[in-house]
């Protein structure tokens, strides 16, 4: 099928790579099925509905954002999207764009994950704190450079996960 | 709304398959198990809010320049580069 979308124009779109959200985008949750959009010069994908060809989500993959971005997921969550080992997933945040392109971003505290082999999909809400919903992008990567700087000159440290659940 | 008065360990079901126990009342806290099918999320009101607005402002209303989007991300990442050396 066809759909003019708002990041590539028209595209075109097969059944077989359709993912299937088991409930949708929070606010949004009428809309189950959706493709997801990339081109090979972007850092950027797009989650879009193949049901409203108007609703489109920006993604990016957070550690590219936040380098020490980690999240695990509750049994629960991870049987409902059929995933059994981790490798199987792909997460991705939402960018919101606003007028100053300069001032996006990104909600690293509900990730979208991607069961890719079974095109199921998820938003998940993570509990711990240390995420929220606006992390500025571009500062949140000269905060990653600075951090993996200073970090290279220490022994491994260990990293607090965050966990899926309400 | 609806407003139930409940006891430790009483329940209220919402449809069928959705049930709500008051597992523990200690002060003025309440500790509530939710019983739910999978497809139904459960969320505490205010991070479902704050979420589901933010996607709300996230969806994108009008197309959007992805090149300048990149360009602004390879000059963060650019200029990484150079702080390393």
Do not use: W
């Amino acid at each position: 099928m066809k759909l003019e979308t708002a990041a590539f124009g028209l595209v075109e779109v097969k059944e077989h790579e359709v993912i299937h959200f088991t409930s949708g985008i929070l606010g949004f949750p009428d809309f189950r099925r959706y493709v997801l959009l990339t081109q090979e010069n972007t850092l950027f994908k797009f989650l879009q509905a193949v049901d409203d060809q108007e609703l489109t989500f920006v993604l990016i993959m957070p550690e590219l954002v936040r380098s020490s971005y980690s999240c695990r997921l509750s049994e629960e969550h991870a049987e409902e999207l059929g995933l059994e080992h981790a490798e199987h997933a792909e997460v991705y945040c939402i960018v919101t764009i606003p007028d100053n392109l300069a001032d996006m971003t990104v909600n690293l505290q509900a990730p979208v994950i991607i069961n890719v082999k079974q095109r199921l999909a998820k938003q998940v809400v993570l509990m711990d704190s240390h995420y929220h919903t606006r992390h500025n992008v571009l500062e949140e990567m000269q905060q990653s450079a600075f951090e993996q700087k200073r970090e290279s000159s220490y022994s491994d440290q260990p990293t607090r996960d965050a966990q899926s659940g309400v | 709304m609806l407003v139930l008065t409940r006891k430790t360990d009483q329940a209220i079901m919402i449809g069928d398959s959705i049930k709500i126990v008051v597992v523990e009342i200690r002060g003025d806290q309440v500790k509530l198990g939710i019983e739910a099918p999978r497809d139904v999320a459960i969320y505490r009101r205010e991070v479902y809010e704050d979420i589901q607005r933010e996607n709300q402002r996230a969806a994108l209303k009008k197309p959007i320049n992805v090149e300048a989007l990149d360009e602004l991300l390879q000059q963060e990442r650019s200029s990484e580069d150079s702080k390393k050396e």
